[in-house]
């Protein structure tokens, strides 16, 4: 018995000896003590070392774009890292072409924080925050698209350009075990500040589109941040021409309400395209901007109207609508908001009625 | 055995007695981790580190705690617990130092806990009745024996991938094993140098 | 059978809530090696390539986009409808591009038979031979792509099996 007792007590001793030492190992060898971060030779971060340069920034309230939660699945967080980052690691290789390469692009999420950086990133990021919402509306606008409205709680107020897009954080639900980020345009007002309007689009096999469908609830408290993006109003006078279908509104819907406010008499059309009328939506805030604003225009089209739709408006796609109400576009500046296939059957009919393709704007997230 | 000093230990571990192409030990990182000559030779040093560091530190707990308390059959759980803990430091430092090689060695990195050389060494030292010098010296000798086996196999792989045409059947394991043989019927040429039993 | 490294980290992004919602894998247990290996052997038994079966879905998937995401007749007795959604997801391969989120439907008027394939499918399948685990949400079986695509003359492949 007695020689039973001592051996148990021999393996725990030594167990818990080698324990003792591998967290003193911890707490002296893997633990990299504070670094300090300057951010585009400014602003100095100090951090905690030992991860990895996307959290240590989201920490300290930068946002680095990234889809995949920092796993290194989405190539998005990509940086100029001038000094401190060390070698290339065979995780960032793929996502780097060799350009980037040889001007020290990085990925934020596989560097490791282990001594004093140096990084350069887009001005605007800057300005990009993590809000705390809870959602206050959700309406289905048509059979696979939902309106979302999210009611900020802290920060309080956002301020953002219509036309820009925020980041929805999408929590581990069912089988997924991992925070992934999706973006999506602003819809509503910018002077409205504290609450955003994203309009949804149900997508086969996707992670956010099926969290907000068949999950989401009102009172559930959503991350966000942003706002991100360059899609916005510009500063002239030229005449509007809007194309944009299904969710594809939210930013074309945010600029007209911002327009509504201060009046603006630029002339404006914009055309919608669907394909029934079960893909209709906000036609009565459509109907009623082209009220409160000097020379706007609503055109929707369907390309398939159902039998019972009983349709007597535009129909045919898109182009062939935009091709027969636009004979010269040469003085107008377009607004596109759609699939890369749309856009560029679109570009292509502007360009044929005269426009310059720096005229042309569109909201890429891709 | 006795008569054997350090220096005799340590070039028949590598050479004569080469734990890998010898007594065929600690083959699956082996096979698995040799295509790159850089890898390997980031494996084989920690391999080395690990056998050399455990082999005599297994002696000194067997010595003076398993024997005095007549608990010599606990050995082989308390071998392993030691060359675990070993590993993961191992793993810290290595993450510390290199993190590229922390990335590219992957998952053999912790494999190092289960590869059979390192428990073997231990072993060998208490079926030889080892003493403190010697075991340092067999424990750093297979280390390097190893090490040299998996840097050599790692270049003529790549050799092979570059220049030679491999049949498709026999690409990965197939040609690693081969040439594995060739290098342990070389290896035997040394025989007869130093006995080590 | 044991894969390496980087096999082990491409079979992470494969898995649910990763890149797409039910991940690419499916109910299937094996490694992505194991799967690419079988799928490998059974196109080359069905006397194709994976080049070419990518390029017939490319060759469809072209002759549907004119549809601007409305459904249309192309070659002779197809219908095709190519619609998206915004947003671009990474190849689980690992390397540099993101594949928009483009999904074709393909219904076969002569046989009756539909199939949907995205953007990434074809990718997939044309530069790695990836067509999804058994059970996965978009698996493309190479003997369905080869029947419903018409990728070699009638009578040499399995004809479909009468079911539910």
């Known amino acids: ?366 | 055995m006795e008569s054997l000093g350090f220096f005799a230990i340590f070039f028949s571990a590598v050479f004569t007695n080469n734990i890998l192409l010898t007594n065929y030990l600690g083959m699956c990182s082996f096979l698995g981790c040799s295509r790159e000559l850089k890898t390997s030779f980031g494996l084989g040093a920690a391999v080395i580190f690990v056998m050399a560091a455990t082999s005599v530190l297994n002696w000194l707990v067997y010595t003076y705690v398993l024997v005095p308390l007549n608990l010599d059959y606990l050995r082989f759980i308390v071998f392993i617990v030691v060359i675990a803990a070993f590993t993961q430091l191992v793993e810290m430092i290595i993450e510390r130092v290199s993190e590229a090689l922390y990335l590219s060695l992957g998952l053999f990195l912790p494999l190092i806990a289960v590869n059979c050389a390192i428990l073997g060494a231990s072993l060998f030292m208490v079926i030889r009745q080892y003493t403190f010098w010697q075991t340092f010296g067999y424990g750093l000798g297979a280390g390097v024996g190893w090490g040299l086996a998996i840097l050599a196999m790692a270049g003529i792989r790549q050799r092979l991938a570059q220049r030679s045409r491999v049949p498709a059947g026999l690409e990965g394991p197939g040609i690693a094993l081969i040439i594995a043989g060739t290098m342990a019927l070389a290896f035997m040429g040394f025989n007869g140098m130093v006995s080590l039993n | 059978m044991k894969q390496s490294v980087r096999d082990d980290q491409i079979q992470e992004q494969m898995r649910p809530g990763v890149i797409t919602r039910d991940g690419m894998l499916g109910a299937d247990r094996r490694k992505v090696r194991d799967i690419l290996e079988a799928d490998d052997a059974a196109v080359r038994r069905l006397g194709l390539t994976h080049a070419r079966i990518a390029a017939r879905m490319r060759e469809l998937r072209d002759a549907g986009a004119a549809g601007l995401g409305q459904a249309i007749d192309v070659l002779d007795h197809f219908e095709v409808r190519v619609d998206s959604a915004r947003g671009g997801l990474p190849c689980p391969f690992m390397h540099e591009g993101l594949f928009g989120k483009e999904f074709v439907e393909v219904l076969n008027r002569r046989s009756g038979e539909r199939l949907t394939f995205t953007a990434l499918n074809v990718h997939m399948i044309g530069t790695h031979g990836f067509y999804e685990g058994e059970g996965a949400f978009f698996r493309q079986d190479p003997q369905v792509l080869a029947r419903v695509l018409e990728l070699l003359p009638e009578g040499s492949v399995p004809a479909a099996q009468k079911g539910p």
């Open chain 1, 1 to 366: 018995m007695t020689a039973l007792l001592i051996a148990i007590g021999v393996i725990c001793a030594i167990n818990v000896v080698l324990t003792l030492l591998l967290l003193l190992a911890e707490a002296t060898i893997a633990n990299y003590g504070s670094c300090t971060v300057t951010v585009n030779g400014e602003k100095r971060l100090t951090v905690e070392g030992g991860r990895s340069l996307l959290a240590s920034l989201k920490q300290e309230q930068i946002f680095i774009p990234s889809a995949c939660g920092g796993r290194g699945s989405c190539g998005l967080c990509k940086v100029v890292v001038l000094d401190g980052a060390g070698p290339l690691l065979p995780t960032e290789l793929p996502w780097l072409s060799p350009e980037e390469q040889r001007t020290q692009v990085r990925l934020a999420c596989q560097v490791k924080v282990k001594r004093d950086l140096q990084i350069r990133i887009p001005e605007e990021l800057l300005s990009v925050r993590q809000y705390r919402t809870v959602v206050s509306g959700l309406v289905d606008l048509t059979h696979d698209i939902k309106q979302v409205t999210l009611k900020l709680i802290e920060p309080q107020e956002i301020t953002f350009t219509a036309g820009q897009y925020i980041q929805f954080e999408v929590p581990p639900y069912a089988l997924t075990d991992e925070p992934v980020y999706r973006a999506y345009s602003v819809s509503s007002s910018s002077a409205q500040k504290d609450s955003v309007e994203l309009e949804i689009r149900y997508v086969p096999n996707g992670i956010c589109t099926t969290y907000v469908h068949q999950h989401l609830k009102v009172g559930d408290t959503v991350v966000i941040n942003g706002p991100y993006g360059e899609f916005r109003l510009s500063d002239t006078d030229r005449e509007m021409i809007c194309i944009a279908g299904g969710s594809g509104m939210a930013p074309i819907k945010s600029i007209l309400l911002d327009m509504e406010r201060v009046r603006n008499p630029r002339k404006c059309r914009y055309f919608f395209g669907a394909r029934a009328r079960r893909d209709l939506f906000l036609l009565d805030e459509m109907r009623k901007l082209e009220q409160t604003l000097p020379d706007f225009r609503f055109i929707p089209s369907l390309s398939r109207p159902e039998e019972g739709d009983a349709w007597e408006g535009e129909r045919g796609l898109v182009t062939e609508v935009v091709s027969r109400h636009v004979d010269d576009a040469s003085h107008a500046e377009a607004y596109l908001c759609g699939s890369p296939l749309m856009i560029d059957a679109c570009v292509k009919i502007l360009r044929e009625k005269g426009m310059l393709e720096e005229h042309i704007f569109y909201d890429k997230f891709s």
